[in-house]
Every structure is written in C-alpha cells, then in structure tokens.
C-alpha cells in the first residue's frame, strides 16, 4: 500500500459548483497536511496547512482532516475556471519530509 | 512568504554530461529541500540542502549523481551528473522559513530533457 493515494482524475465540474478532493495515507504518524495547487510549468503553490484533525477554512477552499480515518479532503466552494490545475495532497510527520500524493487534475469548465 | 527562483526553467542536455540547477531565495530560510517531478508521479524528495554541511540524501539518491550545495541561508545549487535520459524530469526548489511548523514553498522548477 502506498504511503499516499490520490484519484489521478481528470475531474470535470461546472463553473460554481462545489468541488471535492480527496486523499487516503496509511502512516498513522504524519501530523502536517497540506494541499498544494500546481499550474501547468509552474512550481507547487501552497494552499491549505493543517496540523492534526479538524477544519480549517480559508476564503473559498477548506481543507478536513480526518485522523481516524487516515482521510484528508479540501473542497472548493463557488468555482472558477482560474481554479483549473492539479491539486497535491501532501503530508509529513514533522515539518520537513514532505510527503505527496500523485495530484489530481481540477478541470472548470465555463 | 519567501519567494524562490530557479535556473535554468529549462534546459536540454546531451547523454553523459552534468547540468547545475541554482536556486535563489529573497529571504534566509533555515531548510532547503531538492525534489524530482517525474510525469504522471508524485514529488520525491531528493535530498535536504544544510547549510554549512553535507546535504542528506533519500533512500534511492546518492551525492556522486546529484552533488548538492548551500554556501549560505538563501542559496543552493543541485548537479545532476554524467545524465541519462531517465534523469529526464522537473527538478524543484524548495525553502521552508523555519523549525517547527513551517510549510514549504516552492520554486517554478527546472525542466529537463537529456537526449
């Protein structure tokens, strides 16, 4: 079982839906969760940064943690078609080792 | 947050030749970090870039084929030695701003293509 699972996609959605984005772990150690965008030949862009279980909520996006179930998701509300790229779920047990998820590709369509 | 550059964005290299990627940051920063973005694969974590001793590498990547440097808080060069067209991939910059906490950002990344 890999550390990290992520759905590839592609993921097509209308513009304004809400969008939902998933990933599944399988090391009960990893404390920090993060979602970083990546534009196409652009560098990761980070998003969302959580430490342990919870919500956290910023404008548009919130990003859950859920611990017991190994289960990290980050959803989109009122999208855009600025929002199209690929979304990485990533993880670490402390804050260096950073450990990521394949991406998966957000298509908006207008 | 920090911001980080890259260079060469790109670059395209014959067989058995080395290549050195820079990477820049605007602001000290405690770690540095060297990943690889192969296609349809997740980031790797290559090695961490220690300032004023020997980078630590992961299990798979050895300091013979990706010599790493970090002369100061804000500078680090990454080699990718004697190349094969399996070296092929985005090789990506990273910093994080300090201990205990603190996210990592990146770089735009280098493109590389070997023939």
């Given amino acids: 079982q890999k550390e990290v699972e992520q759905d590839p996609g592609p993921l097509s959605v209308p513009e304004g839906a809400i969008v939902s984005l998933n990933c599944t772990y399988s090391n009960s150690a990893f404390q920090y969760f993060m979602w970083y965008r990546q534009y196409s030949r652009k560098g990761p862009e980070l998003l969302m940064y959580t430490y342990s279980s919870g919500n956290k909520e910023d404008g548009r996006f919130t990003a859950q943690v859920d611990k017991s179930s190994k289960y990290i998701s980050l959803f989109i509300r009122d999208s855009q078609p600025s929002d199209s790229a690929t979304y990485l779920c990533a993880m670490s047990e402390r804050d260096d080792k950073i450990i990521f998820g394949k991406g998966t590709r957000l298509h908006i369509l207008p | ?115």
């Fill in chain 2, 1 to 115: 947050s920090a911001v980080i550059s890259q260079k060469p964005s790109r670059d395209i290299c014959q067989r058995g030749t080395s290549l050195t990627i820079q990477c820049q940051v605007d602001s000290q920063v405690t770690m540095m970090f060297w990943y690889r973005q192969q296609p349809g694969q997740s980031l790797t974590l290559i090695a961490t870039a220690n300032q004023g001793s020997e980078a630590t590498y992961e299990s798979g990547f050895v300091i013979d084929k990706f010599p790493i440097s970090r002369p100061n808080l804000t500078f680090s060069t990454l080699t990718v030695s004697n190349m094969s067209p399996e070296d092929s991939s985005i090789y990506l910059c990273s910093a994080s701003e300090g201990y205990g906490n603190q996210p990592q950002h990146f770089g735009d990344g280098t493109r590389l293509s070997i023939l």
